[in-house]
DNA sequence: ACATGTTTTGCAGTTTTATGCAATATTATT
DNA sequence: AATAATATTGCATAAAACTGCAAAACATGT
């Protein structure tokens, strides 16, 4: 048996099981164990498979165990998350908007960090409170089921007598004409109150969206200070966005 | 079994009753406590959940009292809260208190009851926003890195504008004759709030907290409508409470 | 076909890790 | 204070991982 085939059934067995036990590869293959040792040390510097004593294990075995649900678009996401955070500095005075763009947004806050944080979304005030150098102030109002976020009059009213450095803020829709979008006429007052309450807003946003609208207007484009986005957006798509100050992965 | 098996076992199984015994897990998993017990450190250590005397607590599901981190009266607390849910009535606005008993009740309340909940609690909030029929707002303010709950003037003016039915709180401390005591000052300016805020107060107490007393005052014990402890609490301790409202397991 | 160098594989000895057990210490509970 | 439950520690054993080495398999150039 070529080693290619070794390794692809090995591979084909941890996705399949989740796991293998290398005694267990040992036999069905025929070979040494030592053999079968050094082809999950290979897979495992490849990043296919997670090598542990005695076995291995899938990748997504081990991480993903505290993310209760599958984000659509995680790595973009991640990606456009991390470049937002070289945007905030120690000491700065920020609002973290809902959506799981932003949720990896405070993710991704070290620990060590020192900073104070607006929020209205529950599981970013959650993700923020186990940071100890983060002062965490959660914008009260009624719970929305949807997006777990605060909204309503006193959200927006508290909003009002605020003022952050940076905002980041995501968004159900964005265009080059029609600006920021929503679905949601209350999640409109809302992100304008959020807006107002900066004096740089940041826009994260997976490129998904762009190029589309609905019926609700937020804000226009140049309201709009920085928009986070990934560098593999079409090109057409993004060149509509060049007049404004759009940062690129 | 794989040692990296068990260790997701075990956190699965923590994150989904926010509590284990380190007996039943090794048991359910056939292999020495001892085991168990340098898992639960390893994941302790990783910060995947928090290791306490005889077991393991979730992350977020924080007590606010350092006392109390024993999970055998976690089993107290569910039967308090069972009776405490006995008295809220379909339709009924009230606020729940942050504290494990307090989340207790927050967990126990059913997916079809209709209710309008004001809470201060993240984990609280967090727990009954899953619930479609519950409507949860949220008092903002700063969030307590202990605690997990919105503390603060601002806390404390919200509160001064609402009047709910029921008011479930629980105390640090409670004794016949100085009534509710409190380690912490802001804690206690926040509870009156929420006691003002009420039209009938509830406090939820295991037997543990009887007859001791802190530093700062929250109230006397005439203030408190009903107080809800275990019924096998000595006897001796409960006499002294008996002018007032008490309701026993 | 042959020699040479490289890669792969299995083996033996050694080191590391995992696990359970027992003795002791610490922490709850009465 | 006494008792029960849980933690900690050190130790023994077994399994697994690592290391160096030599034989086998393979590739390559002549």
Redesign the pocket.
Known sequence: ML?EE?LRTILNEVELHNRI???DIAETLE?????V???V?ELDANKKLK?????AVALGFITNNTRNTNIYALDEKIKIAEKALTLIKNGAVIFIDGGTTCLELARLISMDSELTCFTISLPVAVELSSKPNIKVIFIGGQISKDAHIAIGANTIHNLSEIKVDYSFIGTGYVDSQYGLTEFDWDIVQLKKAVIKAAKKTVLLCISEKLNSQHRYKTCDLKEINTMITELNADNSLLKSFKSHDVILL
Chains 1, 2 share one sequence.
Do not use: E, W, Y
């Open positions: 080693k070794r036990l290398l005694t070979v040494s164990i030592d053999t040792r050094r082809d040390k090598k542990v004593h005695g076995g």
